[in-house]
């Protein structure tokens, strides 16, 4: 179940000697009776009959023997009542279990009515065993009772998960791990290969005989260590209690049968009295909740932290319990036929190798049966050559596994994520567990509608998906999306509820509520961006009126600077979607506007970190204004502030070089005139760190200032003239500068940046300027243009030529 309810998924404590011997008898003789043949087991059980009283059956929480046990037990008994270790509210819940869309894994979800962010979860596999003594209940027409705490209690503590995942508790003393305190006391290292070695590999001669010897054993670890660190375990096993105690007395005593973690065995089956059980939940804080089934995965099951049941082999767990026989060949099967999805070569002869090899790891380490170690192992060795790649596609597909349940369209759920159900049925967007990428081309209207529902999710903190890098672009028809749905996105998904019974009301009122509680002008216009990707037309006055008075009162040109970019996407993507979108581009050139008269004096006296941070505005408000519909005036007065920050020698270098380099790649100015800027900014009287910052500007990694380098060689001149005459004493401070300007160019044009270098001002190299074009040679080189006629007569022919 959850970590409410599993108190073996935490670290063991050492075993005082006394506690440790006597726990090892109990483990010898639940390892003797589960190694066995069925012999012990069944003079232990069958041999005297079911005992008298009610039936109590200790298992570990999704562990497939313990279903197989569980379900072979009510078949021998036949009780006419069921109780489960679970939150006691879940009896209204039950007979959706039966319903033919149930598929699992699937859980329990209760959250606080007020408060949905508290939550926990209480998953089932098919192979676990409360869900297969759900299922027997329902076949055969027997009650079914949860026992366990309610979950109004559970999630009123400070911790509604109860996580046991710390090993020092409030009151002091260590948290143990009863399943690690019986490996090591029969001889084993590893808590889950004992367990396996013990319940999961055994035959089926008689699997109800490891209950009563577990439950000895707990007996023993329960009188050495008390609640073993989990003091909540004596307010949940008293309610366990009273729940029994009701059951025997409505139905008798041998037509009862309890179903709960081993742990809790000793206690339910301890001499209580009702007045000392009642006492320990006098006074529990208590909320209101709601209860749901929801999806689960495997992927989750396999997790130890927050909701996760921590087991670490759920797809391997599953097969153990599906598979009618012959496990290991029917696994060794199943992996070969992935392998041989994904291109890898395997062959029959492949598998049979491999299952004879797993048998025979088994018989040396002395196991019943081949286990997940050895088929790993063999796997590895056979199936996959050797190699880790193959194995680890192996471990996430199948051992692990991307199961994903179901629940039937009559859980109950709020109104959003009914309205979201309806929503993802008419889009086709079925949710899945497995991470896929989803192409959007907007000028569809089924692909338009799905784009709008995955970003009002996102501005309802609802994280389904993520814009990905695919085919689209800025102000393009195209969006890529990564899904992937996790079972918490339900916790999320009624969080939102208050907000709105529709995706669409929802979104719009939070980000109305968002509008007018955000500060940065940068939030609002991201915000507006949201709405306009989202389409929430009635959200847009809202953000556009605290958009309007957010950009009055903020006159620092770096928020307006940062703010622009995002009002010019979203006239953009009004565009694509057509969206009405005049109020945001009159915000958007007002914005502008005051950053052409801002931005000078905002730049002059600049420290390197300022500067730098600057240098990244000013590239956002350079790629804004060409994306503002009808931006001509304002991109002559951009070009003109570019102009003063070039020739002023106020500005920091790295921000007079970007200028620079701006303006020549718009065309603004010419090469010869760049040149000049360069030859001023790398003038012997400039500092050498300051010269440097100019070169980062102009030259910078991503920019192409690299290819700009290899075609100009007037200005690769200028630089290397300017770097050869740098002092040595001041060569060390400039140096990182420079490694981190022309780290970001692709090796093939540092490469030819070299070769350039390398050939020197004799050679026509840096510092000597040819006549003709930049960067060509004055006249064609004859004797290079004939060395390829050879091979064009081969590809071509002769004739071909003539």
């Known amino acids: 179940m959850t970590s409410t309810s599993t108190p073996t998924m935490t670290a063991g404590a050492t075993s005082t000697a006394g506690a440790a011997s006597t726990a090892e008898g109990a483990c010898t003789a639940a390892s003797a009776s589960a190694s066995t043949s069925g012999r012990g087991a069944s003079a232990s059980t069958s041999g005297r009959g079911l005992p008298r009283g009610p039936l109590v059956l200790g298992v570990r929480h999704h562990g497939p023997g313990s279903a197989r046990g569980v379900r ?6 036949e009780p006419a009542v069921v109780l489960i270790e679970g939150p006691a509210e879940a009896d209204a819940l039950v007979a959706l279990a039966g319903d033919p869309d149930m598929r699992p894994p699937v859980a329990l979800l209760a959250h606080a009515v007020d408060d949905p962010g508290r939550a926990a979860f209480w998953p089932m596999a098919a192979f676990s065993p409360e869900w297969v003594a759900i299922r027997w209940s329902l076949d055969r027409g027997a009650a079914v009772r949860f026992i366990d705490l309610p979950a109004a209690h559970t999630l009123a503590a400070a ?45 089926d001669d008689d699997p109800t005989a490891p209950f009563e010897a577990l439950a000895e054993a707990m007996g023993a670890l329960r009188e050495a260590y008390g609640h073993g660190g989990h003091p909540r375990d004596l307010v949940r096993e008293a309610h366990m ?17 309890v179903v709960c973690g081993a742990w809790h065995v000793p206690a339910l089956r301890r001499k209580t009295t009702v007045a000392a059980d009642r006492a320990l939940l006098k006074g529990l804080p208590k909320v209101k909740t709601e209860m749901t089934w929801v999806p689960w995965t495997h992927r989750r099951l396999a997790r130890r932290s927050g909701y996760g049941a921590g087991i670490e082999a759920p797809g391997w767990y599953a ?10 060949e029917r696994w060794m099967t199943k992996v070969a036929g992935l392998l041989r999805a994904e291109d890898h070569l395997v062959s029959s002869a492949h598998v049979i190798e491999a299952v004879r090899l797993a048998q025979t790891l088994a018989a040396l380490r002395g196991r019943p049966l081949p286990g997940l170690d050895e088929t790993t192992d063999a796997v590895r060795a056979v199936l996959c050559e050797g190699s880790d790649v193959p194995l680890d596609l192996v471990r996430d597909r199948l051992v692990v596994g991307d199961v994903l349940g179901e629940v039937p369209a009559g859980a109950p759920a709020v109104p959003l994520q009914r309205d979201l159900a309806r929503r993802q049925r008419t889009l086709r967007l079925k949710p899945e567990a497995t991470e896929r990428d989803l192409d959007l081309d907007l000028r569809k209207d089924m692909d338009g509608e799905r784009s709008r529902l995955l970003h ?5 903190g609802v994280g389904w998906g993520e814009p990905a890098s695919g085919r689209s672009g800025t102000g393009t028809f195209r969006e890529t999306w990564r899904l992937r749905w996790e079972p918490e996105l339900h916790v999320q998904v009624a969080e939102a509820g208050v907000w709105g019974t529709t995706v669409e009301a929802a979104a719009t009122a939070r980000a109305g509520s968002r509008a007018l509680a ?18 929430l037309t009635d959200a847009l006055p809202v953000v556009m009126r605290a958009l309007a008075d957010r950009a009055a009162l903020d006159t620092d040109v770096g928020h307006l600077a940062q703010a622009l970019p995002a009002l010019a996407r979203s006239l953009r993507y009004g565009d694509v979607r057509g969206t009405e979108t005049a109020a945001l581009a009159e915000v958007a050139a007002g914005l502008a506007e005051r950053i052409c008269v801002g931005l000078p004096p905002a730049c002059a006296g600049l420290d390197t970190d300022a500067a730098a941070a600057m240098r990244e505005r000013i590239d956002e408000v350079h790629q804004a204004l060409a994306l503002l519909p009808g931006a001509d ?3 002559d007065r951009w070009a003109g502030v570019l102009h003063r920050l070039a020739d002023r020698d106020r500005i920091p270098g790295v921000l007079r070089g970007r200028a620079a380099r701006l303006l020549l790649d718009e065309g603004r100015i010419a090469t010869a005139e760049a040149a000049l800027l360069m030859s001023r900014a790398l003038s012997p009287g400039t500092p050498p760190s300051d010269a440097a910052a100019w070169i980062d500007g102009f030259a910078g990694g991503a920019s192409g200032g690299g290819l700009l380098l290899v075609h100009d060689e007037r200005l690769l001149g200028l630089v290397d003239d300017w770097l050869t005459g740098v002092p040595p004493e001041a060569f060390t401070d400039v140096l990182p500068l420079l490694r981190r300007t022309f780290s970001g160019y692709e090796p093939g044009v540092r490469r030819t940046l070299g070769e350039l270098v390398a050939r020197g001002p004799q050679a026509g190299g840096p510092g000597h300027t040819l006549p003709g074009a930049p960067g060509f040679a004055p006249a064609p080189d004859r004797d290079r243009a004939d060395a390829v006629l050879p091979l064009l007569h081969l590809v071509l022919g002769k004739e071909a030529l003539v």
């Open 633 to 635: 005036g304002l991109t």
């Open 159 to 203: 911790d509604p998960t109860w996580d046991d995942g710390e090993d020092e508790v409030a009151g002091g003393g260590l948290r143990i791990d009863p399943v690690a305190e019986l490996a090591g006391a029969a001889g084993y290292e590893d808590a889950e290969r004992w367990w396996e070695d013990v319940v999961e590999l055994r035959g």
């Open 319 to 328: 097969h153990l319990f599906a598979a009618p026989d012959r496990p290991v």
């Open 241 to 257: 209690r009273i729940r029994l105690r009701a059951a025997r007395k409505e139905f008798g005593d041998d037509a009862v049968a």
């Open 72 to 77: 072979a037990a009510l078949d021998a008994a």
């Open 456 to 460: 009002r999710l996102r501005l309802l």
């Open 518 to 535: 955000a500060k940065a002008l940068a939030d609002v216009t991201a915000l507006a961006e949201q709405c306009l990707l989202a389409g």
